[in-house]
């Protein structure tokens, strides 16, 4: 898939330069990769934003956390975010699929933790888990995706699956609230932790596929 990736850059890049004549324009089908590598990160950023806007209501609504209080689940979730993210490019020993795979298990089991928290302190510690494992999801999978990219069309690529996993980010927040209309706050935390299971079971084909096709070039 990285390659199809590469090829599909430079076949970007090629058509809006005007140098690509009209019989060699890309098929469609030639966007899927871009396609799939994005769909998989808007669940990442899906599971993100929907802690990061959801955090404070739930510690007023359910656990009834005064607004100042309430307030440190997005701060929280913000810092350790940061932090883990900091850590994660400096450790650069750690394979991919074992940061996207632990990443994603580590994300649901902080929500989990905060959907059953009956306290205040426990859910921010859910929160700091949450932000920790989340942290990781959409950049490593972006740098796997895009690692036999030229450095010429890496920007092109990355805009590319950038804007398509960006829905996940939008749609996040809407996810949780439909949730919680139907059934609860709790139950619907228990859904956002049942999409980084599925963010796991998706990501780890993307990077078998990689890894495949990295030691038939070598």
Not at 69 to 81: H, S, V, W, Y
Not at 158 to 185: E, H, R
């Amino acid at each position: 898939m990285g390659t199809s990736v590469a090829r599909l850059a430079r076949t970007s890049t090629a058509t809006s330069d005007g140098d690509v004549r009209a019989g060699e324009r890309p098929a469609l089908g030639s966007f899927a990769p871009l396609l799939l590598i994005g769909l998989v990160g808007a669940l990442a950023f899906a599971v993100e934003n929907a802690h990061q806007s959801w955090g404070a209501v739930f510690l007023s609504d359910e656990l009834h956390a005064p607004p100042g209080i309430a307030a440190l689940a997005p701060a929280t979730f913000a810092a350790f975010a940061a932090t883990a993210r900091f850590a994660s490019s400096a450790a650069r020993g750690l394979k991919p699929p074992l940061l996207l795979v632990g990443g994603s298990l580590v994300a649901a089991t902080g929500t989990v933790i905060i959907a059953y928290s009956e306290s205040v302190w426990v859910a921010l510690v859910g929160f700091a888990v949450a932000a920790t494992g989340t942290s990781v999801l959409f950049p490593t999978l972006l740098s796997v995706a895009t690692k036999d990219v030229p450095e010429a069309q890496r920007g092109r690529a990355t805009s590319a699956v950038g804007t398509i996993a960006y829905l996940g980010f939008l749609l996040g927040p809407a996810y949780v609230g439909l949730l919680a209309s139907t059934t609860n706050l709790r139950t619907a935390l228990v859904g956002v932790a049942i999409l980084a299971l599925v963010y796991t079971l998706f990501c780890l084909p993307v990077t078998r596929r990689l890894r495949t096709q990295g030691r038939r070039r070598t």
